[in-house]
């Protein structure tokens, strides 16, 4: 395959976090809508604030930016344009995380968002012949009683979403204590994931598994530390929803042929390739899978493999 049929590859995406989507240029223009300031002059300077030097750098910024967020047209016109673009590039269904506290923490109603986020998605479906899901994430960095208040939000909006998912900051917040959390969500039927193993250690990724029941890793990179868990996602088929170039942006890895793709192939692993917040990470999906194939060396057979697990994984089907 040459690059332009790598980046229409078809392949699903099971990574994506839809506030992560807003590109420097609809910042200003939701800015400019709802009569928010903002604290650059221009969209290159704010495109210059996306050199980070860890995760709580990038988070500082991405929340920030959802400032401009403010009506369900905004969240449509985000959610449309995400869709559209990850189209161009060969996805034919999405599983979208939002982050509900992000917007409700600042005064935004939860209908807004989800309504919002539906309806664009439905639209750019309808015009790309596509498919898109939402999974709600808890932010992890925020008290669990918050976590169990969002999840009873969002019981009246179930039927827009086919599951949860937790996120923010890692290190330092293990996945365990939201239990409670998860076991409510599960037992009104949604799907559940965890960011895992991103900058916190493979233990995270154990109380993932086995305290939150997850049926799927976001990131799960460290898994390498330790053979006894690479046996268990292999045995178990768990995928993994890998972000390289996030992993680069972040400092995960210094370059992008160190990433642990590979290895975590060779290793068994249901292994998928997704963008994570595209607008600052400097890729779309396709993006993703040509960088990786040039830096990683990647056969034709191992991406073709990789596209076949992201819908393998997805929960279209399930």
Known sequence: MDDAELLTLPKAELHIHIEGTLEPEMVFELAAR??????????????AAHAFA??????????ACMAV??????????????????ASQGVTHAEVFFDPQAHTSRGIDLGVVVRGLRRG??????ETCGH???????LRDRPVSEALDTL?????????????GLDSAEVGFPPGQFAPVFDRAREAGLHVVAHAGEEGPAQYIWEALDVLGIERVDHGVRALEDPALLRR??????????CPLSNVRLRGVERLSDHPLLDLLDAGLVVTINSDDPAYFGGYVGDAFVEARRELELSDEQLRAIAQYS????FTTS
Request: hydrophobic residues 50%; proline residues 4%; aromatic residues 12%.
């Open 132 to 138: 898109a899901d939402l999974i709600a994430c808890f």
């Open 69 to 86: 967020l403010r009506t369900e047209d905004d969240f449509a016109d985000l959610a449309a344009a995400y869709l559209r673009k990850a």
């Open 233 to 242: 996602l292999a045995t178990d088929r768990i995928p993994l929803t890998t």
């Open 54 to 63: 860890d995760l709580s750098h990038f988070l500082d910024l991405y929340y």
């Open 152 to 164: 009873d939000a969002l019981e009246p909006f179930f039927g827009s979403l086919i599951g949860v």
């Open 121 to 126: 998605l439905d639209t750019a479906a309808a």
């Open 34 to 47: 709802n009569n928010v300031a903002l604290p650059y002059a221009s969209v290159d300077q704010l495109r």
């Open 311 to 314: 819908f393998d994984a997805s």
